[in-house]
């Protein structure tokens, strides 16, 4: 064979070589953001032509940038006017305007994600199951922040707040976000991923179980002892590892796995695959301006392949016919880690595929969390105190409360299952419009979203209805009380002297005195009386000495009466006008001793707010700044509007409207006077304050507007305390919820619910206790009449009885006495008698003699009850001392 024959062939074979190679052209679609994408599509290129002999790929990458969204477009028109295959997009989301050139021009697009997108879209649906509402995802790079974003926004039903790495200044905000998260979720390799949660769990955010969530992009395990509290995991199956890299499938993963770059060689090499099954070149070229549908027939034909391959499931891509992308077919695989059970499998599902749980398995229901509102007050929410009087602190250095209301949020969360913290409010108290109209307090809080319910003593208001959402009231005996310090009796014995004034007392003694002496004068002076005329009289009759005159006036004061009563007509008239003096004297002190001792037992100094306006001896406050404070604040400004109301109709009034002319102003402008002595009392920090100035102020000139319940509480409590007058301004108390928020509808049933258990009742009687009282020494207002103010009564009469001892000692001694000396008169006398008118007694019997004579002359006089003696039977008998005398 000559030389020009060998060349020819040689050129023949070379030419058919030529014409046998399939030539493709692919735009890539990248983010600007991702400048080093373009050197992986490159190496992945090449790795596709090194494995397919017969294939020519021309690859031109744009950097999309979405500001400038334009200059992007032109630099696509540029590269599909030369030609194209098929556009490959990259990016993170749908580009608008290649997808329109794509429907125009018929020029086949492929998308596909080649970071975590697909693992976090995974567990998005694992979140939806949990029926998350927020999640805070912590990723590598700010590049995977707009990868996930862009994946989650219009897909995901979850809220979600995306950072790169973990700070402290991150931790900070992550701490004080509102609302807070329902699940955190750590993006990334093993190395980030065991990085970021111990400065979680340095920074405590670590703090409830099932919380915290771990998703590996790498195939690598992570070390559990880490892991502080129940964790789920998510992660692709190890197998897919040695599958992007061509290995066997129980291959051991390279440490230094590539991830995106396998994944990208393996989408361009199957996307070429299909296009060799075509059997032809399919580079277009497109004229932007001028499309003419020239791919369609190629585009569907590519399309249908990917269907029909994806039908085999067997495949390491699937085709997405709802998002027109080829997307890895991964193996996910949730795990559940808890400490005293170690590493569980709970999932495990194709990307394909929808979430669900491996047979037999139950997942712990997850409770949801939510932040309380609440603020200190009496006895809604109570400080708790230990035993040693110091405050109980939660683990985070929180007071623990406990009151009422802390019960009631117990009770509705474990109705509804869900956990919660108590928050008290940094400024203000329960909320009140500031100048510049937010709020603070409570009712700024749940506006803010640092609290999702309050709980609290909050009463319903149409200024807070229009800033949040009010539940059904949970208690509705709430209003405005007055409570005043009960007025300290003053205890005497002789209490009952009292009832009469000093003047009254001494009147009854001078009359008692009198009649007793007139009644003595009469029976000595009237010819008719039994003294003077006893004739009349033969049977034995009383006799009125001044004594027994004086007694007789003095019974007559008794239910006995004094006795028998004179028998002379003027005495009589005499005695009957005592006698109906003594009968009303006696009626009166009666009727006055038992109203005076009822009605010291039932005195209050005011009974209503009307009569405490009007008094000025006692002084009252509020709290200031409360709603009871502001309740008079516009009562005064209603006052104040209608006087001004009614002057301008009353002074402009026309003939016609001369009913409005009236003299006096028909409306009392009795808050203005109670407000002016509030302000000058000064209303006090609050309600503790406000009860201790009450209870110093013993003489009852001090009282305390404030909320009833709080009120009948503390009364409960305080023997010293009572209420003054009936419940006025009735509001009720209501849990609240931000505006909008679906827990309205939650907490109104559980409200209902509870009190259709009595629930609420049984917790009014334990915090509203009236049995309490009992214990006060003078709780019961229909207690009998004390010992104290009797007193006096049993003191006088055992003061008689001891009189009566020392009358009776005295009579004794006297009676003695007087025979005593009686006897010795009788001797003197009989000595004398018998003794001779001049004989000279001896010495000794003379100077005897003398000294019983001298003894009878100094002798006082006795005294002789009654007229005449009776000698004693027998005479007297002596004998004689004397010698016998002869003359």
Known sequence: MNVPVLFLLIFILNFVSVISEVSLRFVFITEVHEPELAQEISRAVKMTEDNEQDLLISDEVIQLDRENADESYNKLCAFVSKGVSAIIDLSWSPWEMAEQLSETAGVPIIHSLLGAQQLVSAFDSYLDSRNATDAAYLVESESDVDRILYELLGRSHVRVWVHAGLTRESAKALRNMRPEPNFYVIVGDEEFVMTTYKRAVKEKLVKRKYRWNILLTDYKTV??????????????????????????????????????????????????????????????????????????????????????????????????????????????????????????????????????????????????????????????????????????????????????????????????????????????????????????????????????????????????????????????????????????????????????????????????????????????????????????????????????????????????????????????????????FVVLMLATFTANLAAFLTVERMQTPVSSLEQLARQSRINYTVVEGSTVHQYFINM?????????????????????????????????????????????????????????????????????????????????????????????????????????????EELSRALLDLQKERFLEQLSAKYWNESARQACPDSDESEGITLESLGGVFIATLFGLGLAMLTLAWEVFY????????????????????????????????????????????????????DTFKPADGGVSFINVYPKYNP
């Open 223 to 580: 070390d559990p002892s880490m892991l502080v509290l129940p964790t789920f995991i998510l992660q692709s199956d190890f197998g897919e590892c040695c599958k992007l890299a061509g290995l066997k499938e129980d291959c051991i993963c390279p440490s230094n796995m590539q991830r995106q770059q396998f994944l990208l060689k393996n989408i361009i090499q199957y996307t070429s695959e299909v296009f060799l099954k075509l059997g032809s070149n399919h580079a277009v070229n497109i004229d932007c301006e001028n499309p003419q549908n020239e791919m369609n027939v190629t585009r569907d034909k590519l399309y249908q392949i990917f269907e029909e391959d994806n039908a085999k499931n067997d495949s390491l891509l699937f085709w997405d016919e709802q998002r027109s992308g080829l997307f890895l077919r991964s193996n996910f695989i949730l795990s559940m880690y808890k400490p005293e059970s170690g590493m569980e499998r709970v999932a495990s599902w194709l990307a394909n595929e929808k979430y669900e749980l491996l047979p037999g398995v139950e997942l712990e229901p997850l409770r949801n969390f939510f932040r309380v509102g609440t603020s200190p007050a009496i006895p809604w929410t109570l400080v708790k105190y230990s035993e040693t009087g110091e405050p109980m602190l939660t683990e985070d250095g929180q007071p623990v409360y406990e009151g009422y209301c802390i019960e009631l949020i117990n009770k509705i969360a474990e109705e509804l299952g869900f956990d919660y913290e108590i928050v008290t409010p940094k400024i203000g108290t329960f909320g009140r419009r500031l100048p510049n109209g937010s709020w603070d307090g409570i009712i700024g809080d749940l506006m803010t979203g640092e609290t999702d319910i309050a709980v609290a003593a909050l009463t319903m208001t149409a200024e807070r209805e229009e800033v949040v959402d009010f539940v059904a009231p949970y208690f509705e005996q709430t209003g405005i009380l007055i409570v005043i310090r009960k007025p300290i009796r003053k205890t005497s014995l002789f209490k009952f002297m009292t009832v009469l004034r000093t003047e009254v007392w001494l009147s009854i003694v001078a009359a008692l005195l009198l009649t007793g002496f007139m009644i003595w004068l009469l029976e000595k002076y009237s010819p008719y009386s039994a003294r003077n005329n006893p004739g009349a009289y033969p049977y034995p009759t009383r006799e009125f000495t001044l004594k027994e005159s004086f007694w007789f006036a003095l019974t007559s004061f008794t239910p006995q009466g004094g006795g028998e009563a004179p028998k002379a007509l003027s005495g009589r008239t005499l005695v009957a006008a005592y006698w109906l």
């Open 636 to 744: 005064k400004f209603a006052e104040d509007t209608l006087y001004r109301v009614w002057k301008e109709i009353t002074l402009n009034a026309t003939s016609d409207q001369s009913q409005y002319r009236v003299w006096d102003y028909p409306i009392r402008e009795q808050y203005g006077h109670i407000l002016l002595a509030i302000n000058a009392s000064g209303p006090v920090p609050d309600a503790k304050a406000g009860f201790q100035q009450v209870d110093e102020h013993t003489e009852a000139d001090f009282a305390f507007i404030h909320d009833s319940a709080e009120i009948r509480y503390e009364i409960t409590r305080n023997c010293n305390l009572t209420e003054v007058g009936e419940v006025f301004a009735e509001q009720p108390y209501a849990l609240a919820v931000a505006s909008g928020s679906r827990l309205q």
């Open 815 to 866: 009676y003695k006495r007087k025979e005593k000396n009686k006897a010795k008169e009788t001797t003197v006398k009989t000595i004398e008698a018998f003794q001779p008118k001049k004989t000279k007694l001896p010495k000794k019997m003379a100077e005897r003699v003398a000294k019983l004579r001298n003894r009878k002359k100094s002798a006082v006089k006795p005294v002789t009850i009654g």
